[in-house]
């Protein structure tokens, strides 16, 4: 039973920071309607410059929060140089640009930070674990991601639901042209989402920072399960990404924790061993495609 | 006129650069690993060994300059055999070395081996296969066959004493070859065997929680590179540091220590190197290392040192003429070269017999984390394979 629980909890950290990753992906996706495949780039970027800023102001908490300021800009200043200059091409022209723009930062990380990945130490009081039931001990660090996540997830519904950015913001995934015609300042709009989507990648990145290593390429692999998340919730909803995020979070863990035992029961212990892995790695895709199937919009899409 | 004098400055040039480079054409070595991406760390350590191997060498093998064209196998497969047939095929090299995954190099083996004219020196990877029944006598390795690590981890988990063990590794070639060879030796309780995605699986959550659960009496893993330095973080911060004893091979040494740091400090290890060997060749190899670079060399850089050092000893003992492949693949069985890992022979297969040695994460005198060698697992181990290879 507590075994389960923690597997579980497992799974809710995983899909919260996918979630980080595919909530700024979606909104691009969905109001900007721009396939920004330089997210993952934006998540390396946040990781990066924690790196620089937790050893300059020697403070995990400051160096984190300056970090997320200046991903912002950061996003802010890509969408100015580059992305703003996309929205009227084609899906194709914005694959290639912003694929270019990944090769681009790979190469800048390489330059500034040299090809050796970095590592962030878990603050000191944070470097423990908590009881979450009598006797049953989880990583302090893992449990805080889990809860600023939920926080981010709280506050970013309340945005989308309560604000009028969100309201601005909601009109754009249901009707782009629309709230432009209404005399919406688009430029201005967009900048600010695109900085926000950076924001939350960048929040992702230095989370999963002092648990996995600040390293080229980071955020490529990430992509491509963020891709997968904002397709099973559809395109342009928080709330739909926001469920696919821990949908796929539960299916990585149950994937990995209990799929290898419940094979061993009719296959051989090594022939199980090594097919589980394989399975559980597909099994994200199966789902997506059976969505597809049901709800070719996902699952909270708007758009036919 | 003017042409005319341009003719003669052209045949003036080619008297002076052309004729005596021609008469004296370099040796040609490819060299192929991974110098890009997460893992391009290994890479980096491997080139600097290559360079301080040419180095040592005066820039020179069997009296003849000789040139390195590294390729980057992006750390996948299909990259690596496209390279690798371009250093055979476009470059004509003498020698192919490198080649960090088990994966890659199965996959351009075929490509270089075939070819005939070319000799391949894997500087890691070391496919079952390979050593089996797809041995050539175009292949030569001076690293280890993927088993025989873990085998020799698995003899020192039962001379500790250690009753239970949880295996985990990734879910490739090398992978399975590694846990297999810890199960050829340990002859305590395995409690359960785990293979992870690779390579894009890099949190091991689950897999702590269900380590916690299972209680062993210690962890045995292989993760190279990056994903080493995440399995030890994400051991240390699980707690399981303090209930669990970590038991690796290739997931601990000088690339990954810089950013696992104290959290490995005692946890042991196999390796057929060690920094520490008490050789002069080594002696040289790891001081000059460390003044140039001021951080400990790794196995992948010892290994590729000497694929360097021994395609050199071959070169030497036919004076620089490698056009009869007979002899330069006869002199360089001979292995009659200084290794930083002590002498070796080659076995029927071209992989070396040689020593296993068990290494504890320690610090330096001066506060750097390193590896010291503090038992002798195995001597002259031979590898399992060596016997379904055909060659004699």
């Known amino acids: 039973m507590e075994y389960l629980l923690l597997q579980v909890l497992n799974g809710v950290q995983l899909g919260l920071l996918m979630f980080l990753l595919a909530a700024g992906l979606t909104l691009t996706l969905g109001i900007m309607d721009l396939v920004n495949l330089a997210h993952g780039s934006l998540y390396m970027m946040g990781a990066y410059i924690a790196w620089t800023l937790i050893g300059v102001t020697d403070s995990f908490v400051l160096g984190t929060l300056l970090a997320l300021a200046a991903t912002f800009l950061l996003g802010v200043a890509v969408e100015i140089a580059v992305i703003r200059r996309l929205y009227t091409r084609d899906h194709l022209t914005q694959v290639l640009a912003t694929f270019g723009l990944i090769l681009f930062f790979n190469e800048l990380v390489r330059a500034l930070w040299g090809p050796a990945g970095k590592s962030i130490a878990i603050p000191g009081f944070l470097n423990r674990t908590v009881e979450i039931l009598p006797g049953v001990p989880y990583p302090a660090y893992r449990f805080a991601i889990i809860v600023v996540g939920a926080v981010v997830a709280i506050l970013l519904a309340w945005l989308v639901a309560r604000t009028r950015l969100g309201m601005l913001i909601r009109a754009g995934a249901s009707n782009r042209r629309m709230i432009g015609a209404l005399g919406v300042n688009i430029e201005l709009l967009f900048s600010l989402v695109f900085g926000l989507g950076a924001v939350f990648a960048g929040l992702a990145g230095l989370m999963a920072a002092p648990i996995a290593t600040v390293r080229i390429g980071m955020g490529d692999d990430i992509l491509i399960l963020a891709l997968v998340i904002i397709v099973i919730g559809g395109i342009g909803s928080i709330k739909g990404a926001f469920i696919a995020a821990m949908v796929v979070g539960q299916i990585d863990i149950v994937g990995r924790a209990f799929l290898p035992d419940i094979l061993k029961t009719f296959m051989s212990s090594s022939a199980a061993s090594s097919a589980a892995p394989a399975i559980s790695q597909v099994l994200v895709y199966v789902l997506m495609a059976a969505v597809l199937v049901w709800r070719p919009t996902g699952l909270f899409g708007q758009r036919t | ?392």
């Open chain 2, 1 to 392: 006129m003017k042409n005319k004098l341009f003719g003669s400055a052209t045949i003036a040039a080619a008297m002076a650069f052309g004729l005596p480079a021609m008469a004296q054409s370099p040796v040609k070595i490819g060299f192929v690993s991974t110098f890009s991406g997460p893992q391009a760390a290994i890479g980096e350590d491997m080139r600097r060994s290559v360079e301080l191997a040419k180095e040592h060498l005066g820039g020179k093998m069997g009296g003849k300059p000789f040139e390195i064209i590294y390729e980057d196998d992006q750390f996948k497969p299909d990259v690596g055999k496209a390279r690798s047939e371009k250093l055979v095929q476009q470059d004509k090299v003498n020698f192919i070395g490198g080649y960090i995954w088990s994966n890659v190099l199965l996959a351009s083996y075929k490509t270089v081996v075939d070819e005939g004219d070319t000799i391949l020196v894997s500087a890691n990877a070391g496919p079952s296969q390979i050593a089996g029944e797809l041995c050539n006598k175009n292949f030569f390795s001076t690293s280890w066959q993927n088993d025989q690590t873990p085998m020799a981890m698995g003899e020192y988990l039962n001379t500790k004493g250690v009753k239970s063990l949880y295996l985990v590794g990734p879910n490739y070639a090398a992978g399975k070859d590694m846990l297999a060879g810890v199960k050829r030796t340990y002859k305590g309780k395995i409690v359960s065997e785990d293979f992870t995605k690779w390579p894009d699986q890099l949190d091991f959550s689950a897999e702590m929680t269900k380590i916690a659960a299972a209680k062993p009496d210690g962890i045995f893993i292989f993760y190279p590179g990056a994903h080493g330095v995440q399995f030890v973080k994400q051991w240390a911060q699980s707690g399981l540091n303090k209930t669990v004893p970590l038991y690796q091979v290739f997931s601990i040494d000088a690339i990954t220590l810089p950013q696992q740091g104290d959290l490995a400090l005692g946890t042991l290890g196999a390796q057929e190197w060690v920094n520490d060997l008490p050789n002069e060749a080594n002696k040289k190899y790891v001081e000059d290392f460390k003044k140039k670079h001021g951080v400990y060399p790794s196995y992948y850089g010892a290994q590729s040192y000497d694929a360097i050092m021994l395609m050199a000893s071959a070169a030497e003992a036919l004076k620089g003429d490698l056009s009869n492949k007979d002899k330069v693949r006869a002199e360089m069985k001979k292995a009659n070269f200084k290794s930083v890992r002590g002498d070796f022979k080659f076995g029927n297969n071209n992989f070396p017999i040689e020593n296993f040695y068990i290494q504890e994460t320690v610090k330096d005198p001066q506060g750097m984390m390193t590896v010291k060698t503090i038992a002798t697992a195995v001597k002259d181990a031979v590898d399992p394979f060596a016997a379904k290879c055909p060659m004699k």
